[in-house]
């Protein structure tokens, strides 16, 4: 069975804190994606980061950077210098399977505040 | 460029009263198109599937249908609503071919039963 476990429900940092967000998956398939969406207070879906079973190198975007370690089923997201902006809802996701269904973690309500 | 929206944006609705829920992609075709509920203070949870005109699949069993009556529109429906059935409901869509990527996700609707 798939599944995704975002064990953090809340975080608050202060501004300029950097923070990890955990995720860790369970899959028997030897292909398969994971992913990182962001859902602000508006509530739409933002994609962040894309990552195929097969590259485990890690992948830095500005502040935002992900580690992912197969030998521990975890795909984590680090925000360096978090900002007010980075507020929101941040879910991990897994696609095995077919027809693109993606697996949702229950999410990490990050607070950052000034 | 690819578009999704979905309406009404906001839904207060009797137990037992009918719903429906519309979503329409612009700008591509053949999507893949999924609806997603988020319960409150929970992941996001795939309802259904569809991967082409009239092709629905179930992920759960409950209280919902689903019909795709042309490529790029998405109906979600109940004929009678339950107090379960509160959330927010997101539609989405893929592109259909190639490696998975990543869904596009409409701007939700909040569907409160009283």
């Known amino acids: 069975a798939q599944k995704v476990t975002q064990a953090q429900t809340e975080i608050s940092v202060v501004e300029k804190e950097d923070v990890t967000l955990d995720c860790v998956y369970e899959t028997r398939d030897t292909t398969y994606y994971l992913f990182w969406y962001k859902q602000p207070p508006s509530g739409e879906l933002v994609f962040l980061i894309r990552r195929n079973s097969f590259d485990e190198q890690n992948e830095i975007s500005g502040r935002y950077s992900w580690n992912f370690q197969k030998s521990t089923s975890s795909f984590n997201f680090t925000i360096t210098a978090s900002q007010v902006v980075d507020s929101a809802v941040y879910f991990c996701?897994?696609?095995?399977?077919?027809?693109?269904?993606?697996?949702f973690g229950a999410g990490t309500r990050l607070a950052v505040h000034p | 460029s690819q578009t999704i929206h979905q309406w009404p944006a906001t839904l207060v609705q009797p137990v037992g009263s009918p719903l429906s829920l519309e979503c329409t992609v612009e700008g591509t075709s053949n999507p893949n198109l999924y609806w997603y509920r988020q319960a409150a203070g929970r992941g996001l949870q795939l309802l259904f599937y569809s991967v082409g005109i009239g092709q629905i699949s179930s992920e759960v069993p409950q209280n919902l249908s689903a019909s795709r009556p042309q490529d790029r529109q998405f109906i979600l429906s109940s004929k009678k609503l339950l107090l379960s059935d509160s959330g927010f409901y997101l539609c989405?869509?893929?592109?259909?071919?190639?490696?998975?990527?990543?869904?596009?996700f409409g701007e939700g609707s909040r569907l409160t039963v009283l």
């Open positions: 996701a897994l696609s095995s399977g077919g027809y693109n269904k993606l697996i």
């Open positions: 989405a869509w893929s592109i259909s071919t190639g490696v998975p990527g990543e869904l596009f």
